[in-house]
């Protein structure tokens, strides 16, 4: 699941609201036991639905923990909201709860494999973003679903882009989608759809029966404050917990319609001199102040600076550990402590990187990259963005051809799905008098080199921009799509710091050489170059740290300017 949207989807009449790709599914089947680790299908004719009853009172919502990703954040939603949780801990508190959710955030098939497991599937037919339901998906598959739907869960073709309407509960505003796998609607299962997006096809983008919903989009990250107090996200959850409220009317049309663009705050994050963390901004990876005392600039406190970005309006917030490449990531307990803080209040989707690895301690103990990712999960991250190790991962890739399922990259989205993974990329130009100098990607540049060059290629580094690596980030991007990766981010350390604008030739040569989404990095100074890089490439998002650190162009200062220029953003 690599796509990453903000957008919005078309419904049908109905009057509850419908929540998520955290499914609040309380559906229950009875059949006869089969053996472990063996998928079957579920007659629909066995089905038993229990819901959460309309006239329920209580403040108690069960939850059920299966380790799909970033749980932590639909808990603070949840308690944000006032309400309780208990967490399901054997078959009977399926059957007991009045009001069940549960979260739908990984690969499909490391889901299901979860809930057989552990015996919840004899208690229990869910969806992991409404997409177990069905017969079976193409993910890691075919893998057979629970086969309550009549459907088939297949990958999208994301080459005709994507327009959409929206919940009329919700009014015209965007909602976030994280998926790259969908279910497609048919007239055997009409009677559960309740609303659409179309994507390149139709796909089902929520369902309702009787009390049961789900909707495949992200409540908890759809928060929406920039030019109103209204939380379109907060809303779906709330109006699914309190099922007899009224909800307010009056904030809730806005203007969405298509894929909306996404403006990303970026916090590069490391321990200073004197040993506290902070939030700090390079020129070309340079983020020492040139002073006689040379100290590591400080920008703000990760924490604080996550918040004023959510509620400034920012889609979503990326927390780059630039020294973590350094260090154990797991002994890095400050970090991991502010995405348990930041996460209580951004209800925008949190992003992590630097050191996401395999590491031995100083003990001996050997650490995954999925058990360091998984910490990561646990503490309220949604993505793991991989840098150094994807470079290495691709380098033997293309070498051997073979894919092991050994790299960082594989583990991460075999468990977790593709679209919780981000390959970070750091090229520099090399310019060359022709394209045959090199038996990599160049092309031509808009921007002559020192010498008069018209050529260049973009050598990828590691360790943070410090060592060139023989390989370019063309032939890196390619790689990293194959191996699992579901976003690239795209930064140039050419570009970095400077506030002259985005490489549009490197975001030109990626973007149109992937199907996954492509972040837009390194570069930006004034709210034109936002308008620029979304106008002349195929980026779906643009990143940027310095300036709006230095508050110099503010989040709403892009918003306002994209929506005069005709390019659709999340308000």
């Not at 007991?96 to 497991?117: E, Q, T």
């Not at 951004?346 to 992590?352: A, D, G, K, N, S």
């Not at 990561?376 to 991250?381: L, P, Q, T």
């Not at 160049?442 to 260049?456: F, S």
Request: hydrophobic share 35%; net charge neutral; with cysteine.
């Amino acid at each position: 699941m690599e796509g990453v949207a903000f957008a919005s989807f078309t419904s049908f009449a109905t009057k509850s609201l419908l929540f998520s790709s955290l499914s609040p599914y309380s559906i229950i089947t009875h059949r006869q036991k089969s053996p472990k680790n063996t998928l079957k299908t579920i007659s629909p004719r066995n089905l038993v639905i229990r819901a959460s009853s309309a006239s329920s009172s209580g403040s108690v919502v069960t939850l059920l923990d299966y380790g799909a990703g970033n749980v932590r954040s639909l808990r603070n939603a949840i308690r944000y909201l006032g309400f309780e949780i208990e967490d399901v801990r054997t078959p009977k508190d399926i059957l007991n709860a009045d009001r069940l959710i549960i979260p739908g955030v990984g690969a499909f098939a490391s889901a299901m494999d979860v809930l057989v497991k552990t015996g919840m599937d004899e208690a229990l037919c869910i969806c992991l973003g409404l997409q177990l339901l069905f017969e079976y998906s193409e993910e890691n598959g075919p893998v057979k679903g629970l086969g309550l739907i009549p459907g088939v869960v297949g990958r999208f073709n994301s080459s005709n882009g994507f327009r959409t309407e929206i919940l009329d509960e919700i009014g015209d505003r965007h909602v976030y989608f994280v998926h790259s796998y969908r279910a497609i609607p048919s007239d055997d299962n009409k009677e559960w759809v309740s609303s659409t997006c179309n994507y390149g096809d139709d796909f089902i983008a929520s369902i309702r029966k009787g009390n049961v919903h789900g909707v495949q989009f992200h409540p908890e990250k759809s928060g929406g404050k920039i030019f109103c107090a209204f939380n379109v996200g907060l809303s779906v959850l709330r109006r699914f917990l309190h099922p007899n409220s009224q909800g307010t009317k009056s904030p809730t049309q806005g203007e969405a319609s298509k894929l909306a663009k996404r403006v990303i705050a970026c916090l590069d994050v490391r321990t200073n001199d004197k040993g506290d963390l902070v939030v700090t901004k390079g020129d070309q990876y340079d983020v020492r102040e040139q002073t006689k005392e040379n100290e590591v600039r400080n920008l703000g406190k990760p924490v604080e600076l996550s918040g004023q970005y959510y509620k400034d309006g920012a889609d979503e917030v990326s927390f780059l550990n630039i020294t973590g490449f350094r260090d154990f990531p797991l002994g890095d307990l400050p970090m991991l402590q502010v995405f348990r803080h930041a996460s209580q209040n951004v209800f925008v989707p949190l992003t992590v990187g630097g050191g996401i690895r395999d590491f031995t301690d100083s003990n001996g103990r050997y650490y995954s990259s999925l058990e360091v990712a998984s910490e990561y999960f646990r503490s309220g991250a949604d993505k793991i963005s991989i840098g150094s190790d994807a470079v290495y991962a691709a380098e033997e890739y293309l070498k051997t051809k073979v894919k092991t399922g050994k790299s960082s990259l594989e583990q991460i989205s075999r468990v977790y799905g593709n679209q919780a993974v981000v390959v970070s990329i750091d090229p520099r130009r090399v310019y060359v008098k022709s394209p045959n100098d090199v038996k990599l990607k160049t092309i031509q540049v808009t921007k002559p080199g020192p010498n008069g060059e018209v050529y260049a290629w973009y050598q990828c580094t590691v360790n943070g921009g410090q060592e060139g690596r023989p390989i370019g980030a063309y032939e890196l991007a390619k790689a990293v799509e194959e191996l699992g990766a579901g976003e690239i981010l795209l930064n140039c350390i050419d570009c970095d710091g400077q506030g002259k604008g985005f490489d549009i030739d490197l975001i030109n040569l990626i973007s149109d050489a992937v199907s996954v989404p492509v972040i837009a990095s390194s570069g930006a100074g004034a709210v034109k170059h936002f308008s620029e890089v979304f106008t002349k490439t195929n980026a779906s998002a643009a990143l940027a740290a310095g300036i709006f650190h230095r508050k110099e162009v503010p989040i709403q200062s892009v918003k306002g300017h994209l929506l005069k220029e005709g390019i659709e953003v999340r308000i």
